[in-house]
């Protein structure tokens, strides 16, 4: 009734604004904008310290004694100018295990091993320590040891680990030759390799030189080293080992997030072997001491490659962290071992 005044209610102007387009009073003028976007070239080719940023350019402006916006005005001028790089966008990470889909869904467990080394005691000296955990458990394995740590006891330890808490779908390494074998084993597979196959194990190697693959065990290595290798300080190897085991025992009994460890017992033998693989500029792996094409379009890319050991195929397929779950066959190839297929 106020904004009528009497007027028959067709006849009222509704409307909060007046009409035609407003001019806000605040904005920056033109020319400043002009010379923000010049005093950014200038000082990109003839600062001494080469400062261009929103900061840069208003600190410019109040010694040169002229009007200066914001530091958050000026960021805005350079962005509608296409100055300034957009924000970066940060893709959803893929889930632990995404490039084994057994292991991604939860149905199979992925243990992953490695080996300390470096570590020294005195009355003693040299000591490795073995080193394991699992990926959705966190069931966690370490052994110290004088002698060094070779494929017998390796198979020894990991043997008596499966047996008293179960066999995973998946144990993870890295291409250690201990692991992996003789790089001059061509087309032969190790003998840690056969140990794994004939417990039901699927061996999985990672790709040389690159990290993440095997992040669990390096935290796990970086917690053991902290809590039980630099906290105490150990006369002999028993007292090291007694230490160890206190510690294990309480890292077992720390409550964990709700996920299923799906842990087996020892299982009819493996029939695959594992290589996560990196393409070279040319489309191509190595796979046991062998160079395999695999596209000449398919360059620097991550791979699976699955070897058969029954059927003697290699079977590639491509692995993308931006989908995870599409991973097509790139190829399928008869692949030759220098040895026979039972385990």
């Given at each position: 009734m106020r904004r009528a005044r009497g007027r028959r209610l067709e006849?009222?102007?509704?409307?909060?604004?007046?009409?035609?387009?407003?001019?806000?009073?605040?904005?920056?003028?033109?020319?400043?904008?002009r010379h923000i976007v010049m005093l950014r070239q200038w000082l990109r080719d003839h600062d001494a310290l080469g400062y261009v940023g929103a900061e840069a350019i208003r600190r410019r402006l109040l010694t040169a004694g002229g009007r200066a916006p914001?530091?958050?005005?000026?960021?805005?001028?350079l962005h509608r100018a296409g100055l300034t790089r957009p924000p970066r966008r940060r893709r959803p990470a893929p889930p632990p295990g995404w490039y084994l889909p057994e292991v991604a869904r939860g149905e199979s467990e992925l243990d992953?091993?490695?080996?300390?080394?470096?570590?020294?005691?005195?009355?003693?000296?040299?000591?490795?320590?073995?080193?394991?955990?699992?990926?959705?458990?966190?069931l966690a394995l370490a052994a110290p040891?004088?002698?060094?740590?070779?494929?017998?006891?390796?198979?020894?330890?990991?043997?008596?680990?499966?047996?008293?808490?179960?066999?995973?779908?998946?144990?993870?390494?890295?291409?250690?030759?201990?692991?992996?074998?003789?790089?001059?084993a061509v087309r032969r597979l190790g003998r840690l390799i056969r140990f794994c196959l004939a417990a039901g194990v699927v061996p999985v190697f990672v790709p040389p030189r690159e990290t993440g693959f095997q992040a669990a065990v390096e935290s796990f290595n970086a917690l053991w080293q902290a809590k039980v290798w630099q906290r105490f300080r150990h006369r002999d190897l028993p007292q090291l080992d007694q230490r160890n085991r206190a510690f294990l025992a309480a890292h077992r009994r720390w409550p964990r997030p709700a996920a299923a460890d799906p842990r087996l017992t020892l299982r009819r033998p493996a029939q695959r072997v594992i290589f996560l693989r990196r393409t070279d500029a040319r489309g191509c792996i190595r796979v046991l001491g062998i160079e395999v094409p695999i596209a000449p379009g398919w360059p620097h890319r991550l791979v699976r490659a699955e070897l058969h050991v029954l059927t003697r195929t290699l079977r590639i397929h491509a692995l993308r962290r931006r989908e995870p779950r599409h991973q097509p066959v790139l190829k399928t190839l008869p692949f030759r071992l220098y040895e026979p297929a039972t385990f």
């Open positions: 006849r009222v102007d509704w409307t909060d604004r007046p009409p035609g387009r407003a001019v806000p009073v605040n904005r920056t003028p033109c020319w400043l904008e914001s530091a958050r005005t000026i960021a805005r001028i992953q091993l490695d080996v300390i080394e470096g570590l020294h005691l005195q009355a003693v000296g040299p000591v490795e320590v073995l080193t394991a955990i699992s990926l959705w458990g966190k040891a004088t002698g060094g740590w070779r494929v017998q006891t390796i198979a020894a330890a990991l043997a008596a680990h499966w047996r008293r808490w179960g066999a995973p779908g998946y144990l993870q390494m890295d291409n250690d030759t201990r692991f992996a074998g003789s790089s001059r």
